[in-house]
């Protein structure tokens, strides 16, 4: 094939995979991210250091617990959605990441309704 046609044409599944892994996680990010659900929230992270082997190790960007944040004003804007659809929706994605929810493998509902 000629080198001026896009890659996305000489393989069109590759523009597909791409954008669905940065998708997935955008969209993750943008889900638990509390200024969707009308909330202003500061101190959602922090940093820790470690010292290791003798030299000092600082890792950012660890999740603190919502009882540890800064600063958490509900209602503080116009949000995508309520407050009360953010927090159910965060309860449906730990339970999706844990695999707690209803199709967990050899559950009992599965069995029942499979």
Do not use: C
Not at 68 to 78: F, T
Not at 89 to 111: E, F, H, K, T, W
Request: net charge neutral.
């Amino acid at each position: 094939m000629p080198s001026n046609i896009a890659a996305s044409a000489r393989r069109p599944y590759a523009a597909d995979q791409t954008n669905h892994a940065s998708g997935a996680f955008t969209n993750h990010h943008l889900l638990t991210n509390p200024i969707y659900g009308a909330a202003y929230a500061f101190g959602r992270t922090e940093s820790r250091m470690t010292v290791d082997n003798g030299r000092k190790r600082v890792v950012r960007g660890d999740r603190r617990d919502r009882a540890d944040w800064d600063v958490l004003i509900i209602e503080h804007h116009e949000g995508y959605i309520t407050w009360t659809e953010f927090e159910r929706n965060q309860a449906v994605i730990a339970d999706n990441a844990n695999s707690r929810g209803l199709m967990v493998r050899g559950s009992g509902a599965m069995a029942e309704n499979g």
